[in-house]
């Protein structure tokens, strides 16, 4: 329920805020205004004896949400990804959060996977190890294959944490609503979406069957991706609560002396694992949305290995032909035409003026092509569009922003690799040419013969559509009235039917063209 009774969790989470110090540094970063400072600090600070002390060698943010628990720790991380809501420093200090807890035993460990998979964990594994990582949701164990002593790692969600995520997520959907009521502006922001985001994320990693999915999805999808593998799944060693793949071996990514010992090149890494994720992006519209160096291995043989599926990026395919002509446009110094297909998307309000919006793009592109090229920055462009966007009434896009984010996040682990990377460098062609096959003749043709095959599908159930409105239509009473609902069926149904045709043909035409 999200009713009052959860106003008592809020005021732990007020006091807790005000005993570590938080409170302030939350409400600057939203900044919040004086009726929701009020009522903050009205829930917290009379109660602050109440709080949770928390870890004094924290920052002020973490040290609180790591106090309060799991659910707090996995929203600090999902708003990491929203500089739009939480600004730029504190997104930065819940990026680096840390996401460990003390790890449940491996006796309960080994109980959850009998009772998931139905057999005796000896039955299935040779060797079952300590805990080897213990996050907010699940930790990992490396085990053995009884069948055949293939290394495989074994994910396992933490005793409880379902009822626990529950009764919290609860409590922060009140706290939304209450932003929203005494913090209009900040409506804008969409608080509610902001927690219904978090929601949703938090039930995909609740259940392992979804991120496992994820896992097989961005296999299928990367097979073909040269440098770059992911541990295959093993579905008949997974469920609802247990997840197991194969042992990812390899170098960490973070650790530059490890591969370059190992004689692995770090210019050829950091430009792969740039392209990787601009084709996932942009020609898969299906990304790791956590591709920070904790999640990524360099392989013996030099690939890019990349695990942990608990946070996916999706882009429908119309979105992802407004990114790539934004960045296009970028690239080319067309700011004119960056303008325009923000219009044309809906992302600013058509009563704005396109000329204006094109003169304050140019004054966010051109200090950032100034730069000398190993400072270009993508993130920083695209953040820095947000900002140019917001002033012109563009409401938040979390699809957008989650790209964003992940972008940065990319860039860094690329400038990890090497310093001297020329962002712009390597994006250039991958960009150029998803946009010829996007957006030039051969896309045209091929959104048509999409178009066409939508339409024929409906060919079956057009004449008895045409035969009712048409018997609708000779029943009218009152054949000089105005058109109604029916008429306008009719008429759109003789429009579908021309469209039907005319799509038919086109078919026809391309397949002939193609075949």
């Known amino acids: 329920m999200r009713g009052p009774h959860n106003i008592w969790r809020l005021i732990r989470t007020g006091a807790t805020l005000e005993r570590t110090g938080a409170m302030n540094v939350v409400l600057d970063a939203f900044e919040a205004p004086p009726a929701l400072r009020f009522v903050a600090r009205a829930l917290g600070l009379p ?25 707090y720790i996995k929203f600090g991380q999902i708003l990491s990804t929203r500089p739009d809501v939480v600004g730029d420093e504190l997104a930065i200090q819940l990026r680096v959060l840390q996401d460990k807890l003390p790890p449940f035993s491996v006796e309960e460990a080994k109980a959850e996977v009998q009772r998931e998979l139905g057999l005796p964990v000896d039955q299935i594994f040779s060797e079952f190890s300590e805990p080897v990582a213990a996050a907010s949701i699940a930790q990992v164990h490396k085990a053995k294959l009884a069948s055949n002593g293939e290394a495989v790692a074994v994910k396992v969600l933490r005793p409880g944490i379902e009822k626990a995520f529950r009764k919290d997520v609860d409590a922060f959907y ?7 009521i005494f913090s209009p502006g900040s409506r804008r922001l969409r608080p509610m979406e902001v927690i219904e985001h978090f929601d949703g994320v938090v039930r995909g990693e609740l259940d392992l069957r979804l991120e496992s999915s994820a896992a097989s999805e961005f296999a299928a999808n990367t097979k073909n991706d040269e440098g770059f593998q992911l541990p295959p799944m093993k579905w008949e060693y997974s469920a609802r609560r247990v997840m197991t793949l194969g042992w990812a ?5 973070g650790d530059n002396a490890a591969i370059d010992a190992a004689g692995h090149n770090r210019v050829d890494l950091g430009d792969r694992v740039l392209k990787l994720f601009l084709n996932h992006a942009l020609r898969d519209g299906y990304f790791h949305a956590d591709m920070h160096q904790g999640n990524l291995k ?10 942990d599926f608990g946070i996916m990026g999706h882009i429908d395919e119309y979105t992802r032909r407004v990114y790539a002509e934004i960045l296009f446009g970028f690239i080319r110094k067309d700011y004119k035409r960056v303008a325009e297909v923000h219009f044309e998307a809906g992302y600013v309000p058509a009563d704005k003026d396109v000329d204006e919006f094109a003169r304050a793009l140019r004054a966010v592109g051109e200090p950032i092509f100034g730069m000398d090229a190993s400072k270009i920055s993508m993130g920083r462009l695209l953040n820095y569009l947000f900002e140019v966007t917001e002033r012109f009434g563009m409401e938040t896009r979390t699809e957008l922003i989650l790209l964003q984010r992940t972008m940065v996040v990319v860039e860094g682990v690329a400038r990890s690799l090497n310093p ?20 030039g003749p051969k896309a045209v043709l091929t959104d048509l013969a999409k178009t066409a095959r939508v339409v024929t599908r409906f060919g079956p159930r057009l004449p008895g559509m045409v035969e009712a409105a048409l018997v609708r239509q000779s029943n ?24 039907g045709v005319s799509g038919a043909a086109t078919l026809m035409l391309i397949d002939m063209t193609l075949f």
Not at 47 to 71: E, I, N, Q, V
Not at 174 to 180: G, I
Not at 249 to 253: F, K, W
Not at 476 to 499: H, K, N, Q, T, W
């Open 47 to 71: 109660f602050k004896w109440l709080g949770y002390a928390g870890d004094p060698t924290m920052p002020p943010a973490t040290r609180a949400l790591t106090a309060l628990g799991p659910a």
């Open 174 to 180: 009140l706290a939304a609503r209450m932003v929203e």
């Open 298 to 307: 360099v392989a013996p043989n030099g690939d890019i290995v990349a695990y």
């Open 420 to 439: 001297q990377i020329n962002i712009w460098q390597v994006a250039a062609p991958l960009v150029t040419d998803y946009i010829s096959k996007s957006i």
């Open 249 to 253: 071996d390899g170098v960490p990514m």
């Open 476 to 499: 009218a009473e009152d054949p000089a009235r105005p058109r109604g609902l029916m008429e306008r069926v009719f008429l759109a149904v003789v429009f579908g039917i021309s469209i």
